[in-house]
T-cell receptor, first 111, second 113 residues
Framework: GIQVEQSPPDLILQEGANSTLRCNFSDSVNNLQWFHQNPWGQLINLFYIPSGTKQNGRLSATTVATERYSLLYISSSQTTDSGVYFC?????????????FGQGTILTVHP | DTGVSQDPRHKITKRGQNVTFRCDPISEHNRLYWYRQTLGQGPEFLTYFQNEAQLEKSRLLSDRFSAERPKGSFSTLEIQRTEQGDSAMYLCASQRRTQETQYFGPGTRLLVL
């Protein structure tokens, strides 16, 4: 099956700093989503981005499908950005839309 | 609230007991997924429904697990004879069609003592 690798596994920032999270995947994808998992376990949708670039406030994401990677940018980080960030992909074909998740990046933002 | 809902949010049970979880998807979403997440890992796919039809099951879904989606609306996931290894967060997601966003519920956190 498709493999998803996220880097870095852990990231510690001071409030106000910028960061880039990376997601590499091993095959072409129909769907790519970025999620933020809050301390209560809720997966919050950040972006649906199988290709191209999107921005939402301080967050933006870029997926280069031909090179099989996606990047999530967080600018001017805040303590509320802390949590786990997951990239998840749908390989299409017979996958029935199921998402394969990476291991996540644990982000800690200190005041 | 028109998001995905799950019930209960937390469940503590003793080994060997049966448990059942419920998921209510977003209205008009005919695709429904169950995932399981253990500590420190990303969620892993368990099973998928298109309307009332269960179209795929992961090898993670042993014969102690059964899922249903009667009438293509809410779904239930039952675990029989629970084991300590079943302790995890069980997540439900719904989607209107492929190549669109999957929306996740808040999850049911299961602890088997």
């Amino acid at each position: 099956g498709i493999q998803v690798e996220q880097s870095p596994p852990d990231l510690i920032l001071q409030e106000g700093a910028n960061s880039t999270l990376r997601c590499n995947f091993s095959d072409s994808v129909n769907n790519l989503q970025w999620f933020h998992q809050n301390p209560w376990g809720q997966l919050i949708n950040l972006f649906y981005i199988p290709s191209g670039t999107k921005q939402n406030g301080r967050l933006s994401a870029t997926t280069v499908a031909t090179e099989r990677y996606s990047l999530l940018y967080i600018s001017s980080s805040q303590t509320t950005d802390s949590g786990v960030y997951f990239c998840a992909v749908d390989a299409g074909g017979t996958s029935y839309g199921k998402l394969t998740f990476g291991q996540g990046t644990i982000l800690t933002v200190h005041p | 609230d028109t998001g995905v809902s799950q019930d209960p949010r937390h469940k503590i049970t003793k080994r060997g007991q049966n448990v059942t979880f419920r998921c209510d998807p977003i209205s008009e979403h005919n695709r429904l997924y169950w995932y399981r997440q253990t500590l420190g890992q990303g969620p892993e796919f368990l099973t998928y429904f298109q309307n009332e039809a269960q179209l795929e099951k992961s090898r993670l879904l042993s014969d102690r697990f059964s899922a249903e989606r009667p009438k293509g609306s809410f779904s239930t996931l039952e675990i029989q004879r629970t084991e300590q290894g079943d302790s995890a967060m069980y997540l439900c997601a719904s989607q209107r069609r492929t190549q669109e966003t999957q929306y996740f519920g808040p999850g049911t956190r299961l602890l088997v003592l």
